[in-house]
């Protein structure tokens, strides 16, 4: 028996409350049929061309991403631009769009945070910032590795459990630093240096971060501070999100996640670690 595209729609938002997305997100379905017929879905990080290629070549009747299509006003979607022709080009292949974005951050259990703190090995996580006190929800985790490891020995780890992109891991601290108290944070989360010091994190491990917070961090008492690809630390919910949700419809659909690496950073430089000659601030 197949499932519905509203069906589907309805154990996702089970799942990743739209409640729980920010105020200016959006998050839900993009387009797409809720008394169509669904299959097939596929889950990935970003809704662009070589995902949608994707999504009709497997035949998915709906795609789930993390990241919206559209975060600001749309007053159309001519087939001449190029979100408006990914909308056209979904739709006349009988696919969906759906997006599970902040909302899939806080969410608890199944979330974008805790499947990156799981790929990382973290034991007894919690929320960074929970939505109420005690809540399993809320944004970012904290928790504790197996055993002890350096800042450099955990760089290397998170180099090896996430996807491999053109950036890489970097680190800002000292390499020897002891690790065992972990907060992560996928995306960007610099935001979250706060929590993670008042937690008692050693390292922070997140995206996007900036030259100036990171040398500011670097001056104070905290955690040292793990940096990797955005895509690279959202990409471990993608085949969580897969996993749950065939069992939430009780095999009803087939859900299996993309394949595609969508980490816009293509090329990699240099990176010894050695200042470069003349290099200035």
Not at 3 to 16: I, P, S
Not at 184 to 204: I, K, Y
Not at 252 to 281: I, N
Request: charged share 20%; glycine share 12%; hydrophobic share 45%.
């Amino acid at each position: 028996m197949t499932a519905t595209l509203g069906e589907v729609v309805a154990a996702l938002e089970a799942r990743y409350d739209p409640a729980l997305a920010e105020s200016w997100d959006a998050v839900g379905l993009v387009c797409g049929d809720p008394a169509e017929p669904v299959e097939r879905v596929l889950v990935a990080v970003d809704p662009v061309a070589a995902v949608v290629d994707e999504a009709i070549e497997t035949g998915a009747g709906l795609l789930v991403t993390h990241h919206p299509l559209f975060l600001t006003a749309v007053h159309g979607v001519p087939a001449g631009d190029p979100k408006g022709r990914l909308v056209h080009r979904l739709v006349r292949a009988g696919c969906g769009l759906f997006v599970a974005h902040t909302n899939a951050d806080r969410a608890a259990e199944v979330g974008v945070n805790d499947a990156l703190a799981a790929v990382l090995g973290l034991q007894d996580t919690r929320p960074l910032e929970p939505v109420a006190p005690g809540s399993r929800e809320g944004l970012g985790r904290v928790g504790r590795l197996d055993g002890p490891t350096t800042l450099a020995g955990f760089a290397a780890h998170a180099a090896a459990v996430l996807p491999a992109t053109a950036g890489g891991v970097r680190a800002a601290g000292d390499p020897e630093r002891p690790v065992r108290t972990v907060a992560v944070c996928g995306g960007s989360g610099g935001s979250l240096l706060p929590a993670a010091t008042a937690a008692g994190a050693d390292v922070l491990l997140t995206s996007d971060l900036r030259h100036h917070p990171v040398s500011e961090a670097g001056e104070q008492p905290g955690p040292a501070l793990c940096d990797v690809a955005h895509f690279a630390s959202e990409w471990p919910w993608v085949p969580v999100a897969a996993e749950v949700l065939v069992a939430d419809l009780s095999g009803r659909v087939e859900a299996a996640p993309s394949h595609r690496r969508t980490d816009p950073w293509t090329v990699h430089a240099g990176g010894r670690g050695e200042p470069a000659a003349g290099a200035a601030g």
